[in-house]
């Protein structure tokens, strides 16, 4: 119970903060947010063959899109596949045979907002948490680079790596993706673990910690803090 009134006191002083920077964070419902939502998938993702593109493209079904707004402008954008619509983890990884996990594809922060606070990110992952909350979905699954995966534990340690081996595969896909270095590690975690609470709190501790080390300077961000990822 005081956990459950902790993670909605956190999601609202995360609504208010967003609200006075002028983000919004929602689900891809209009054909203006799908078009948006498409339009920064191909302006600020990857671009792939022809063939790869339509092996891809039926994974794209099922799930539920979301995106952020900041004014007009999109910020960032992220997908939460559903396995019963299409198991791209076991087609493409051969982990998750079952379907037990939700795939998150597409995440991806826009390069003006790509900035040492992650906001966006973390908005994302407060839409992603609140959606699965709602549709009693418990666990994700993702496959990205390790940079990603280094960034994602700095707010759940309990990310759990699968062993995959991606050299060792005949599905062109999953060879393409990894050989171009757009993943190299595999992982799942507990919707609970991203608690609205627990994430808000260490993000304050971030900012706190970085106003302290050096107050006035604008902190250039490491490669796996921009988030130029995209789960194709």
């Known amino acids: 119970m005081l956990a459950r009134a902790a993670d909605r006191m956190a999601m609202l002083l995360f609504d208010l903060l967003a609200y006075l920077k002028a983000y919004r964070f929602a689900e891809v419902k209009t054909p203006k947010e799908t078009d948006d939502f498409n339009a920064l998938n191909q302006e600020a993702g990857f671009l792939f063959p022809p063939d790869i593109e339509t092996r891809i493209k039926p994974y794209k079904d099922g799930g539920v899109c979301l995106i952020a707004y900041h004014h007009r402008q999109v910020a960032g954008i992220v997908r939460l596949a559903d396995p019963a619509v299409a198991n791209r983890p076991f087609d493409l990884y051969g982990v998750d045979a079952e379907g037990r996990y939700f ?46 995966y280094r960034t994602m534990r700095r707010y759940n340690k309990n990310i759990q790596v699968l062993e995959v081996d991606f050299s060792n595969t005949n599905n062109p896909v999953t060879r393409y993706l990894y050989e171009h270095n757009i993943f190299d590690t595999c992982y799942t975690m507990q919707v609970a673990d991203f608690s609205p609470w627990k994430i808000f709190v260490k993000h304050l501790k971030y900012k706190v910690q970085n106003a302290q080390i050096i107050p006035l300077l604008k902190f250039k961000i490491s490669d796996h803090e921009s988030f130029s990822y995209r789960s194709k």
């Open 103 to 148: 795939e998150i594809q597409n995440l991806l922060v826009a390069p003006a907002y790509r900035d040492g606070s992650q906001f966006v990110m973390i908005g994302l992952f407060r839409a992603m948490y609140a959606y699965s909350r709602q549709h009693h979905i418990t666990s994700w699954i993702s496959c990205s680079t390790r940079n990603v």
